[in-house]
């Protein structure tokens, strides 16, 4: 900007672009009235930016300078008919009060096609609200998206567009497409109310996820949201609306408390139904130890393999070992004359007994025994495993017991053999 006595004396000498600038100068010093004399001086010369300024301040009016309204429009008319994009968008606002919304919209329209943020969202609203005569739900869908992505990341044209796609009154309903848009807003207690009701009521009636019931974290949320709009008292900018999102937010609660009792009596039927189901399972392992048991149980407990009658075959094979060592000693020193006379051969001698030797007994005894104790061992690991994680079950400790019962005889068994 030029200096102020240079600006001054260009604007006098009638260049209607330093009359602006010197009006912008008056402006900034919030002299609105000073301003505006020099806005409408260049306005008068057909200065596009300075018709949109005086036409501003005459729709609106400041401390200094009383509004008026038709002056306003004729300023504002004056520039936007000359493509002024901000001039446009105001003289839709104008318009848009009063009601007349095919002009507003025509110069929303406008306006948008110059790609000025606050117009097409104007102009979307009215396509949405059918407010217009030629309105179009897809012009308003079309505005949205453009809004929503780069660099406007509008949130109120995201919050419209979600939920548009999540209650599927005026177009198709994707409720993913929705709720992803209307996510894009958090933190939601920044919104407007009205913003906050008709989210609240989404995920109170459940048309955020619309394939599945309300969660208590949907209630809640909800119920949370129509709070501040109660709370505002600016719901929809119609009271009506402040009823209706008190009863939803009753209900949402009523839900939420219906939905924690009943996920209450789900967890514990599931916990139930897990310690059924793990008891069974403990049960089918028990009794594939307890069948194994069984049937190693019908060697140990034979009589056969009885401590007494072990400890006696053990002794047998010793004492015949040692009878057939004199013997073999006798024969040997017996000449072969008096053998034939007994009718006995050195040969036959040394084999009277075709049992198993002491030595082949005892490493048959103690194989078995080794592989009782392995077996035994085994089961009593498993059982104690199963115990351990599912301590109340009754099915491990009475096999345990005959385990042990059953490692208490192999032991007193593998202590006669290696006592031999």
Not at 178 to 185: A, T, V
Not at 398 to 406: A, D, N, V
Request: proline share 2%; charged share 30%.
């Amino acid at each position: 900007m030029a200096n102020i006595d240079e600006l001054k004396t260009l604007a006098e000498q009638g260049d209607s672009d330093a009359q602006y600038e010197l009006g912008e100068f008056y402006e900034n010093e919030k002299n609105i009235s000073e301003a505006c004399k020099w806005f409408e001086i260049a306005a008068e010369q057909n200065h596009t930016d300075s018709q949109f300024k005086l036409g501003f301040f005459c729709r609106w009016g400041d401390e200094d300078f009383p509004s008026d309204i038709e002056k306003g429009r004729f300023w504002l008319t004056q520039a936007a008919e000359q493509g002024h994009s901000k001039a446009q968008f105001h003289l839709g606002n104008l318009c848009n009060e009063e009601q007349r919304f095919d002009e507003a919209a025509k110069w929303f329209e406008k306006s948008a096609r110059r790609n000025e943020e606050r117009a097409m969202f104007r102009f979307a609203l009215l396509n949405e609200a059918g407010l217009f005569q030629e309105h179009n739900v897809r012009t308003a869908v079309e505005y949205y998206i453009k809004l929503s992505e780069t660099p406007y990341n509008n949130r109120d044209a995201m919050v419209n567009l979600g939920v548009l796609y999540c209650n599927g009154e005026k177009i198709e309903r994707d409720a993913a497409k929705g709720k992803k848009l209307i996510e894009r807003c958090k933190p939601f207690r920044e919104l407007e109310a009205y913003d906050c009701y008709r989210i609240g009521a989404l995920y109170c009636t459940g048309e955020i996820n619309p394939d599945k019931e309300p969660t208590a974290d949907d209630l809640t949320l909800g119920s949370e949201l129509l709070d501040i709009a109660i709370q505002d008292g600016l719901v929809g900018y119609h009271p009506g609306n402040i009823d209706v999102a008190k009863q939803l937010r009753e209900v949402a609660m009523k839900r939420k408390a219906a939905l924690i009792e009943m996920n209450d009596n789900l967890q514990k039927a599931q916990a139930i139904a897990q310690e059924i189901a793990v008891d069974a399972a403990i049960k089918e392992n028990c009794d594939t130890v307890e069948s194994a048991l069984r049937e190693l149980e019908k060697t140990m407990y034979n009589d056969s393999f009885s401590e007494s009658n072990v400890r006696q075959d053990l002794q047998n094979r010793k004492s015949l070992e040692m009878l057939q060592e004199a013997q073999r000693r006798n024969i040997e020193s017996s000449p072969d004359w008096m053998l034939e006379m007994a009718g006995v051969s050195r040969s036959s001698a040394y084999s009277r007994s075709n049992s198993m030797s002491l030595y082949e007994k005892k490493n048959f005894y103690q194989e078995s025994f080794d592989e009782w104790k392995k077996l035994l061992e085994l089961a009593k690991t498993r059982l104690n495993e199963m115990q351990r994680e599912y301590p109340k079950n009754s099915h491990t400790p009475p096999l345990i017991q005959r385990c042990e019962k059953g490692l208490s005889r192999v032991n007193s068994l593998l202590g006669i053999v290696r006592s031999f």
